[in-house]
């Protein structure tokens, strides 16, 4: 009688289990040691199933990242990060960043300019500033890949 509920979380342990993990959650991080809403949109990543790794840069350092990465001044955040492939700026939600890798689009990557309130790391008791996540295509130009 039991059985039902056995094999439901024998499933959802299954499908848990980090088989495609490597390639596609795998993420690297670009920030400052003293920002702490980075650190916290780290910790949102890490929830959702990503396998975070972090470097804490020089400001300088972080700046000739960005520039290298094809973030102007004006599509900027704190931190930066990379997946396969695919550059990710700022307070990205985790649930953007898996739709990009799973429809995978030929662009730079997603940003979030600014630091929104309420965006993930952002919180701010309950303070929400609606955003909107950004797509970078390669001619320079974005476009709205969600709105939060
Ligand atoms: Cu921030």
């Not at 470097?55 to 990060?81: D, F, Y």
């Not at 997603?110 to 303070?127: D, K, Y």
Request: aromatic share 6%; net charge negative.
């Amino acid at each position: 009688m039991a059985i039902r509920p056995i094999l439901a979380l024998l499933i959802a342990l299954l499908w848990g289990t980090p088989v495609f993990a490597a390639a596609e959650t795998a993420i690297e991080v670009w920030k400052s040691s003293t920002c702490s809403c980075c650190g916290n949109w780290v910790k949102h990543l890490e929830s959702n199933g990503f396998a975070v790794t972090v470097n804490a840069v020089e400001p300088s350092m972080l700046a000739a990242i960005k520039r290298q990465a094809g973030i102007s001044e004006t599509l900027a955040s704190c931190h930066t990060a990379k997946i396969d492939g695919y550059v990710i700026e700022g307070h990205v939600p985790a649930s953007d960043i898996k739709r990009l890798v799973a429809e995978h689009p030929d662009a730079v990557g997603l940003t979030v300019p600014g630091m929104p309130a309420g965006s993930p790391g952002m919180e701010q008791g309950g303070e929400f500033e609606p955003y909107d996540v950004l797509l970078l295509k390669k001619d320079g130009t974005t476009s709205v890949f969600a709105h939060h």
